[in-house]
């Protein structure tokens, strides 16, 4: 079934740890993002892609680093964890051009 | 930035009654969307706006997209217990260098049997 992969689907982590949490999808599309939800404050960009090879800081990208070596995969990545990015994170992806975007399932991140 | 009104920010309802929720924005938008989260989920595209003034139904939902192009409505009608969910709005502005979406910050719905 087409759409986006997501792993882990949880993960607790130590403060201070390194961590990448990983993005796929295989419907081809152009776009991929990686949000964080946090409640009462909905959903946040943290960084964006809007073709393989190129990349863009959302509005809470700091802490995160993102690469898109290719089409389909778009890995985040916390340097190092501190307890303020637990959170569900999302990634997302469109074909782009203003076309609705298609979510992953999240992972639930908790920094202890 | 860009930012997004969304309301209520939650409604406890009786199965069959209708439901309506907004969404406003100081700014223009060339697209409005409306998503559903389920619990444990990721948010799923429900409707999808691109024309001021365009109405769209999907079953029991229907939205449109103000004239302004600054506004949005959701209305879904004779709820059902698995419309529980939140459910978000989102502006979309493309072409340039990104095309980026701006979320509300959702309205939680439930819906007693």
């Known amino acids: 079934i087409a759409g986006i992969t997501q792993a882990p689907t949880s993960q607790i982590l130590a403060a201070g740890r390194r961590m990448t949490l990983r993005c796929t999808q295989d419907?081809?599309?152009?776009?991929m993002y990686w949000y964080r939800q946090d409640l009462g404050l909905g959903l946040r960009l943290i960084h964006y892609s809007n073709t393989a090879g190129t990349t863009g800081k959302g509005e809470v990208p700091d802490g995160y680093s993102v690469s898109r070596a290719n089409t389909d995969d778009f890995p985040l990545t916390l340097a190092s964890a501190v307890p303020s990015q637990t959170s569900v994170y999302f990634c997302a992806s469109s074909p782009g051009n203003g076309l609705g975007y298609t979510f992953g399932s999240g992972t639930r991140l908790t920094v202890v | 930035g860009q930012q997004l009104n969304q309301s209520p920010q939650s409604m406890f309802i009786q199965e069959g009654e209708d439901v309506s929720m907004n969404c406003t924005s100081s700014?223009?938008?060339?697209?409005w969307l409306w998503y559903k989260q389920d619990p444990g989920e990721g948010p799923v595209l429900l409707i999808a706006l691109y024309k001021a003034g365009e109405l769209t139904s999907n079953g029991r939902l229907t939205a449109q997209f103000g004239i302004t192009r600054k506004d949005s409505f959701l209305n879904i009608s004779a709820s059902i217990p698995s419309d529980v969910g939140i459910y978000f709005c989102?502006?979309?502005?493309?072409?340039?260098?990104?095309?980026?979406?701006?979320f509300g910050k959702g309205t939680k719905l439930s819906v007693k049997p």
């Open positions: 419907m081809r599309h152009n776009a």
């Open positions: 989102a502006g979309l502005n493309y072409g340039g260098s990104q095309g980026n979406l701006i």
């Open positions: 700014s223009i938008f060339n697209t």
